[in-house]
Protein backbone atom coordinates (compact mmCIF):
# COMPACT_ATOMS: atom_id res chain seq x y z
CA UNK A 1 0.00 0.00 0.00
CA UNK A 2 1.58 3.09 -0.99
CA UNK A 3 -0.32 5.28 1.98
CA UNK A 4 0.47 4.73 6.03
CA UNK A 5 -2.34 2.28 7.29
CA UNK A 6 -4.99 3.77 9.08
CA UNK A 7 -5.92 2.38 12.83
CA UNK A 8 -8.19 0.67 11.85
CA UNK A 9 -6.21 -0.85 9.01
CA UNK A 10 -3.48 -1.43 11.32
CA UNK A 11 -5.26 -3.69 13.89
CA UNK A 12 -7.13 -5.23 11.48
CA UNK A 13 -3.86 -6.96 9.55
CA UNK A 14 -2.17 -7.72 12.67
CA UNK A 15 -5.64 -9.81 13.34
CA UNK A 16 -6.27 -11.14 10.20
CA UNK A 17 -2.35 -13.29 10.13
CA UNK A 18 -2.94 -16.35 10.70
CA UNK A 19 -5.49 -18.44 9.48
CA UNK A 20 -7.06 -15.39 7.08
CA UNK A 21 -3.93 -14.28 5.89
CA UNK A 22 -4.72 -13.95 2.37
CA UNK A 23 -7.92 -11.66 3.07
CA UNK A 24 -5.65 -8.56 3.36
CA UNK A 25 -4.12 -9.19 -0.17
CA UNK A 26 -8.36 -9.16 -0.90
CA UNK A 27 -8.32 -5.60 0.83
CA UNK A 28 -5.31 -4.27 -1.02
CA UNK A 29 -7.06 -4.94 -4.53
CA UNK A 30 -9.89 -3.33 -3.23
CA UNK A 31 -7.78 -0.19 -2.01
CA UNK A 32 -5.95 -0.19 -5.44
CA UNK A 33 -9.38 -0.44 -7.64
CA UNK A 34 -10.74 2.63 -5.85
CA UNK A 35 -7.79 4.66 -6.29
CA UNK A 36 -8.62 4.18 -9.73
CA UNK A 37 -11.39 5.46 -10.11
CA UNK A 38 -11.38 7.73 -6.99
CA UNK A 39 -11.20 11.38 -9.10
CA UNK A 40 -14.25 10.14 -10.99
CA UNK A 41 -16.25 10.42 -7.86
CA UNK A 42 -15.52 14.12 -7.08
CA UNK A 43 -15.94 15.42 -11.02
CA UNK A 44 -19.13 13.45 -10.89
CA UNK A 45 -20.46 15.15 -8.05
CA UNK A 46 -18.21 19.00 -8.11
CA UNK A 47 -21.15 20.61 -6.08
CA UNK A 48 -20.14 18.00 -3.35
CA UNK A 49 -17.64 18.02 -0.47
CA UNK A 50 -15.37 15.13 -0.86
CA UNK A 51 -16.22 11.32 -1.14
CA UNK A 52 -12.66 10.17 -2.25
CA UNK A 53 -10.20 8.47 -0.20
CA UNK A 54 -10.05 11.48 2.15
CA UNK A 55 -13.50 10.63 3.36
CA UNK A 56 -12.67 7.27 3.43
CA UNK A 57 -9.78 7.51 5.46
CA UNK A 58 -12.17 10.03 7.96
CA UNK A 59 -15.01 7.47 8.14
CA UNK A 60 -12.20 4.56 9.39
CA UNK A 61 -10.57 7.10 11.72
CA UNK A 62 -14.08 7.66 13.28
CA UNK A 63 -14.95 3.96 12.93
CA UNK A 64 -11.80 3.04 15.24
CA UNK A 65 -12.54 6.10 17.47
CA UNK A 66 -16.07 4.95 18.23
CA UNK A 67 -14.90 0.71 19.24
CA UNK A 68 -11.56 1.05 20.11
CA UNK A 69 -12.13 0.74 24.09
CA UNK A 70 -14.69 -2.09 22.73
CA UNK A 71 -12.57 -3.25 19.70
CA UNK A 72 -11.84 -6.52 21.54
CA UNK A 73 -15.48 -7.63 21.20
CA UNK A 74 -15.05 -7.15 17.17
CA UNK A 75 -13.71 -10.53 15.55
CA UNK A 76 -10.61 -10.26 12.49
CA UNK A 77 -13.40 -11.10 10.11
CA UNK A 78 -15.79 -8.36 11.39
CA UNK A 79 -13.21 -5.62 11.26
CA UNK A 80 -12.19 -6.69 7.70
CA UNK A 81 -15.74 -6.29 6.84
CA UNK A 82 -15.51 -2.73 8.07
CA UNK A 83 -12.34 -2.11 6.24
CA UNK A 84 -14.00 -3.08 3.39
CA UNK A 85 -17.46 -1.83 3.48
CA UNK A 86 -15.92 1.71 4.25
CA UNK A 87 -13.88 1.52 0.85
CA UNK A 88 -17.31 0.55 -0.85
CA UNK A 89 -20.08 3.13 0.80
CA UNK A 90 -20.04 5.66 -1.64
CA UNK A 91 -18.23 4.64 -4.63
CA UNK A 92 -21.49 4.29 -6.53
CA UNK A 93 -21.36 7.99 -6.57
CA UNK A 94 -19.97 7.47 -9.91
CA UNK A 95 -22.73 6.10 -11.20
CA UNK A 96 -26.00 8.06 -9.32
CA UNK A 97 -26.03 10.32 -6.46
CA UNK A 98 -29.41 9.09 -5.52
CA UNK A 99 -29.02 5.41 -5.98
CA UNK A 100 -25.29 5.10 -4.96
CA UNK A 101 -25.89 2.58 -2.56
CA UNK A 102 -27.09 0.25 -4.91
CA UNK A 103 -23.99 -0.04 -6.75
CA UNK A 104 -21.49 -1.92 -4.22
CA UNK A 105 -22.19 -5.24 -6.30
CA UNK A 106 -21.26 -3.55 -9.57
CA UNK A 107 -17.78 -2.60 -8.23
CA UNK A 108 -17.23 -5.64 -6.32
CA UNK A 109 -17.49 -7.77 -9.32
CA UNK A 110 -15.21 -5.39 -11.13
CA UNK A 111 -12.26 -6.29 -8.77
CA UNK A 112 -13.55 -10.16 -8.04
CA UNK A 113 -13.96 -13.14 -10.62
CA UNK A 114 -15.22 -16.14 -7.95
CA UNK A 115 -18.82 -15.81 -8.06
CA UNK A 116 -18.93 -18.57 -5.76
CA UNK A 117 -16.16 -18.03 -3.08
CA UNK A 118 -17.21 -14.13 -3.17
CA UNK A 119 -20.91 -14.65 -2.92
CA UNK A 120 -21.56 -14.42 1.01
CA UNK A 121 -18.52 -11.90 0.91
CA UNK A 122 -20.21 -9.55 -1.78
CA UNK A 123 -24.07 -10.13 -0.36
CA UNK A 124 -22.69 -9.14 3.43
CA UNK A 125 -20.94 -5.83 1.80
CA UNK A 126 -23.93 -4.80 0.17
CA UNK A 127 -25.75 -4.68 2.98
CA UNK A 128 -23.29 -2.75 4.87
CA UNK A 129 -23.10 -0.18 2.00
CA UNK A 130 -27.22 -0.31 0.98
CA UNK A 131 -28.24 0.51 4.38
CA UNK A 132 -26.10 3.63 5.27
CA UNK A 133 -29.17 5.46 3.58
CA UNK A 134 -32.06 5.51 1.91
CA UNK A 135 -35.31 3.94 2.51
CA UNK A 136 -36.14 0.45 3.89
CA UNK A 137 -37.89 -2.11 2.25
CA UNK A 138 -41.05 -1.37 4.19
CA UNK A 139 -39.93 2.07 2.59
CA UNK A 140 -39.57 3.84 6.30
CA UNK A 141 -35.71 5.09 7.21
CA UNK A 142 -35.54 2.02 9.16
CA UNK A 143 -32.91 0.92 7.07
CA UNK A 144 -30.70 -1.40 9.79
CA UNK A 145 -33.60 -4.26 11.00
CA UNK A 146 -33.14 -4.93 6.83
CA UNK A 147 -29.52 -6.44 7.73
CA UNK A 148 -29.46 -9.94 9.79
CA UNK A 149 -27.94 -9.48 13.22
CA UNK A 150 -25.64 -13.01 12.21
CA UNK A 151 -24.36 -13.55 8.87
CA UNK A 152 -21.99 -16.53 7.65
CA UNK A 153 -18.43 -15.99 6.08
CA UNK A 154 -15.58 -18.15 5.92
CA UNK A 155 -16.77 -20.70 8.13
CA UNK A 156 -17.87 -17.87 10.90
CA UNK A 157 -20.37 -15.64 11.69
CA UNK A 158 -20.52 -11.90 12.00
CA UNK A 159 -23.26 -9.53 13.16
CA UNK A 160 -23.56 -7.94 10.23
CA UNK A 161 -26.50 -5.38 11.55
CA UNK A 162 -23.84 -4.18 14.25
CA UNK A 163 -21.52 -3.46 11.63
CA UNK A 164 -23.78 -1.62 9.07
CA UNK A 165 -24.83 0.54 12.42
CA UNK A 166 -21.01 1.40 12.91
CA UNK A 167 -20.55 2.16 9.48
CA UNK A 168 -23.89 4.63 9.04
CA UNK A 169 -22.77 6.49 12.38
CA UNK A 170 -19.46 6.90 11.65
CA UNK A 171 -19.90 7.95 8.03
CA UNK A 172 -22.43 10.79 9.51
CA UNK A 173 -19.59 12.00 11.93
CA UNK A 174 -16.54 11.65 9.50
CA UNK A 175 -16.47 15.46 8.44
CA UNK A 176 -13.15 17.48 8.58
CA UNK A 177 -11.76 19.90 6.40
CA UNK A 178 -10.02 17.47 4.48
CA UNK A 179 -13.46 17.24 2.77
CA UNK A 180 -13.01 20.64 1.03
CA UNK A 181 -10.04 22.66 -0.24
CA UNK A 182 -9.52 26.23 -0.41
CA UNK A 183 -8.44 26.59 -4.02
CA UNK A 184 -11.33 24.17 -5.01
CA UNK A 185 -13.49 26.48 -3.54
CA UNK A 186 -12.44 30.02 -5.01
CA UNK A 187 -11.80 28.28 -8.57
CA UNK A 188 -15.40 26.71 -8.42
CA UNK A 189 -18.87 28.11 -9.26
CA UNK A 190 -20.64 26.35 -5.86
CA UNK A 191 -24.26 27.32 -5.82
CA UNK A 192 -24.84 28.28 -2.28
CA UNK A 193 -26.66 25.23 -0.71
CA UNK A 194 -23.48 23.44 -1.30
CA UNK A 195 -21.02 26.53 -0.25
CA UNK A 196 -22.96 25.96 2.68
CA UNK A 197 -22.01 22.14 3.49
CA UNK A 198 -18.22 23.11 2.67
CA UNK A 199 -18.38 25.89 4.30
CA UNK A 200 -19.02 23.35 7.27
CA UNK A 201 -16.55 21.15 6.63
CA UNK A 202 -13.86 23.77 6.72
CA UNK A 203 -15.14 24.61 9.91
CA UNK A 204 -15.87 21.18 12.07
CA UNK A 205 -13.63 19.38 14.24
CA UNK A 206 -15.59 15.86 15.67
CA UNK A 207 -14.36 13.60 18.49
CA UNK A 208 -15.78 10.26 20.14
CA UNK A 209 -15.63 10.37 23.68
CA UNK A 210 -16.18 6.59 23.92
CA UNK A 211 -15.54 5.99 27.23
CA UNK A 212 -17.80 9.13 28.52
CA UNK A 213 -20.41 8.10 25.93
CA UNK A 214 -20.06 11.59 24.21
CA UNK A 215 -19.38 12.87 20.43
CA UNK A 216 -17.97 16.58 20.67
CA UNK A 217 -18.10 18.79 17.51
CA UNK A 218 -15.75 21.93 17.55
CA UNK A 219 -16.84 24.70 15.19
CA UNK A 220 -14.80 27.62 14.32
CA UNK A 221 -17.46 29.87 12.20
CA UNK A 222 -15.88 32.68 10.31
CA UNK A 223 -18.07 36.15 9.88
CA UNK A 224 -17.86 39.05 8.12
CA UNK A 225 -20.44 42.29 8.37
CA UNK A 226 -21.00 44.10 5.07
CA UNK A 227 -23.41 46.68 4.68
CA UNK A 228 -25.22 45.82 7.69
CA UNK A 229 -25.25 42.28 6.13
CA UNK A 230 -23.97 39.12 8.21
CA UNK A 231 -22.11 36.34 6.41
CA UNK A 232 -20.40 33.20 7.27
CA UNK A 233 -16.68 33.18 5.37
CA UNK A 234 -14.87 29.86 3.77
CA UNK A 235 -11.32 32.14 5.29
CA UNK A 236 -8.87 32.51 1.92
CA UNK A 237 -11.63 32.13 -0.98
CA UNK A 238 -13.51 34.97 -0.77
CA UNK A 239 -16.17 32.82 -1.14
CA UNK A 240 -19.64 33.88 1.99
CA UNK A 241 -23.39 33.19 1.97
CA UNK A 242 -25.98 34.81 4.35
CA UNK A 243 -25.41 34.26 8.14
CA UNK A 244 -29.05 33.30 8.65
CA UNK A 245 -28.91 30.62 5.52
CA UNK A 246 -25.21 29.16 7.27
CA UNK A 247 -27.33 28.68 10.70
CA UNK A 248 -29.86 26.78 9.50
CA UNK A 249 -27.68 24.17 7.40
CA UNK A 250 -25.56 24.22 10.76
CA UNK A 251 -28.52 22.99 12.83
CA UNK A 252 -29.95 20.68 10.48
CA UNK A 253 -26.77 18.91 10.43
CA UNK A 254 -26.52 19.04 14.31
CA UNK A 255 -30.10 17.60 14.26
CA UNK A 256 -29.70 15.08 11.58
CA UNK A 257 -26.14 13.83 13.83
CA UNK A 258 -28.58 13.27 17.21
CA UNK A 259 -31.17 12.01 14.85
CA UNK A 260 -28.25 9.09 14.11
CA UNK A 261 -27.40 8.70 17.28
CA UNK A 262 -30.42 7.74 18.82
CA UNK A 263 -30.90 5.67 16.00
CA UNK A 264 -27.61 3.42 15.97
CA UNK A 265 -27.77 3.63 19.44
CA UNK A 266 -30.63 1.28 19.49
CA UNK A 267 -28.91 -1.15 17.42
CA UNK A 268 -25.57 -1.50 19.05
CA UNK A 269 -27.03 -2.26 22.71
CA UNK A 270 -24.80 -3.70 24.81
CA UNK A 271 -21.97 -3.08 22.26
CA UNK A 272 -21.33 0.46 22.66
CA UNK A 273 -23.41 3.69 23.53
CA UNK A 274 -23.43 7.56 23.19
CA UNK A 275 -25.47 9.49 25.53
CA UNK A 276 -25.04 12.88 24.06
CA UNK A 277 -23.50 14.92 21.58
CA UNK A 278 -21.81 18.25 22.40
CA UNK A 279 -21.45 20.95 20.07
CA UNK A 280 -19.39 23.85 20.91
CA UNK A 281 -19.60 26.82 18.35
CA UNK A 282 -17.32 30.21 17.94
CA UNK A 283 -17.91 32.98 15.91
CA UNK A 284 -14.72 34.31 14.89
CA UNK A 285 -14.93 38.04 13.14
CA UNK A 286 -12.62 37.51 10.04
CA UNK A 287 -10.32 40.60 9.17
CA UNK A 288 -11.12 42.20 6.03
CA UNK A 289 -7.27 40.74 4.94
CA UNK A 290 -8.41 37.30 6.14
CA UNK A 291 -10.45 36.95 2.31
CA UNK A 292 -6.96 36.07 1.26
CA UNK A 293 -6.46 34.08 3.67
CA UNK A 294 -5.12 35.86 6.67
CA UNK A 295 -7.34 34.62 9.67
CA UNK A 296 -9.38 35.64 12.38
CA UNK A 297 -9.73 38.90 14.16
CA UNK A 298 -10.91 37.52 17.75
CA UNK A 299 -13.79 35.48 19.17
CA UNK A 300 -17.36 37.48 19.24
CA UNK A 301 -19.66 34.84 21.06
CA UNK A 302 -19.97 31.42 21.58
CA UNK A 303 -22.16 28.62 22.21
CA UNK A 304 -22.51 25.23 23.66
CA UNK A 305 -25.39 23.00 22.62
CA UNK A 306 -25.95 19.38 24.39
CA UNK A 307 -28.30 17.20 22.51
CA UNK A 308 -29.31 13.74 24.38
CA UNK A 309 -32.46 11.95 25.73
CA UNK A 310 -33.61 13.85 28.45
CA UNK A 311 -36.86 15.23 27.96
CA UNK A 312 -38.57 17.14 30.75
CA UNK A 313 -42.40 16.50 30.81
CA UNK A 314 -44.01 19.12 29.50
CA UNK A 315 -40.96 20.98 28.77
CA UNK A 316 -40.48 19.90 25.10
CA UNK A 317 -41.22 22.30 22.37
CA UNK A 318 -40.91 20.26 18.84
CA UNK A 319 -40.48 23.84 17.35
CA UNK A 320 -37.87 25.33 18.81
CA UNK A 321 -34.60 26.63 17.22
CA UNK A 322 -30.91 25.19 18.57
CA UNK A 323 -29.39 28.38 17.29
CA UNK A 324 -31.82 31.79 17.36
CA UNK A 325 -30.10 33.99 14.44
CA UNK A 326 -31.44 37.47 15.83
CA UNK A 327 -29.60 36.76 19.33
CA UNK A 328 -26.40 35.72 17.51
CA UNK A 329 -26.39 38.77 15.10
CA UNK A 330 -27.41 40.98 18.26
CA UNK A 331 -23.93 39.46 20.09
CA UNK A 332 -21.71 39.71 17.11
CA UNK A 333 -22.68 43.16 16.70
Known amino acids: MDRPLTSLESITCSRLNGAFND ?14 SAKFINSRNPNFTDHGEC ?7 TIYSMIETCIDKLTALELYILCFASYFHDWGNIISRQEHRDYAYHFYNGIFSNPQRDKQESS ?22 DVSEKMSLYGNYVNAR ?10 ELAESPKRTDSFYVSNTRLNKDSLCHHLYSNCVDISCKTMEGRILIDLHVGFSIQH ?18 FIDCLEKK ?8 KYTNYYLKDFLHFSEISANIKFLKVKKSALSGEGFERESFSRTITLDDKEIP ?5 QSRLLNIDEIISSLQ
Open 228 to 245: KEYYAVFVGTGKKVNLSR
Open 23 to 36: LWHRYEMVVKGFKG
Open 162 to 171: RLAAILRFAD
Open 314 to 318: GEKDY
Open 55 to 61: HILDVQK
Open 124 to 145: IINKLVWSHTGTSSSGNKDTLK
Open 254 to 261: LRKADEER
